[in-house]
């Protein structure tokens, strides 16, 4: 079920925890400005929001991040994946003799993350909470070298969906929400600007009230 749009008025009250890397810890990268925990607080009144992402952290790094759930959260969002991508970069620059090796230098670099990333979510979900997952964003527009990046990116954000989808969380797609270069305070980490439209996004799932049994899709 896709859903563009989510009601706007407040269902109740809960304490949201967030999970990840620095998509929500991007309080070094703002200027001074707000981060999104900040932001989020703002978009949910009358809520909890607590951050447990940290900054750099990668995949592996969500379930220690899952023991410090604090005992009354009643719902969770994830945002990894993104610096185990980065670590993959490396591959771009290989110079294999045709396109299927390079094809399958790229799908063996995605079947571990999607180990991984399934591994992940299956932890997570095991608080019993609400759960809603992130896809790994695009760098800005305007930045060189975005097709390949976007080509790239496509394998990873397969296994993020696939995992998404196979267990009934839902999915906030920040391909969609950061479409702008205002959205990035550099190529991989949101600004003031992103930042509010991720709040705008995890608030609308917090808003969801009981989540249909069904995976849904948040694109705004």
Request: charged residues 15%.
């Amino acid at each position: 079920m896709l859903m563009e749009e989510l009601p706007t008025a407040s269902a109740g009250s809960g304490h949201m925890v967030l999970l990840g890397d620095s998509i929500f810890d991007n309080g070094a990268y703002v200027g001074g400005g707000p981060a999104v925990i900040a932001q989020l607080r703002q978009e949910l009144p009358g809520w909890r929001c607590t951050l447990l992402a940290l900054d750099g952290d990668v995949i592996s790094g969500v379930p220690r991040q899952v023991a410090s759930l604090p005992g009354d959260a009643t719902h969770v969002v994830v945002s990894a994946g993104g610096n185990d991508a980065l670590g993959h970069a490396p591959l771009l620059q290989e110079r294999p003799p045709s396109v299927g090796e390079a094809l399958g230098m790229l799908g063996a670099a995605r079947k571990q993350f999607a180990s991984d990333y399934h591994a992940m979510l299956d932890h997570v979900q095991e608080a019993g909470l609400p759960v809603a997952v992130c896809t790994i964003y695009d760098t800005p527009p305007s930045q060189p070298g975005q097709d390949v990046i976007q080509a790239a990116l496509c394998l990873f954000n397969d296994a993020i969906t696939r995992a998404a989808f196979s267990r009934g969380a839902a999915l906030i797609d920040l391909r969609l929400i950061c479409n702008e270069d205002a959205d990035y305070a550099n190529p991989i980490e949101p600004s003031s600007q992103g930042g509010q439209k991720i709040a705008r996004a995890i608030a609308s799932f917090a808003r969801l009230g009981k989540p249909a049994a069904a995976s849904l899709v948040i694109t705004r």
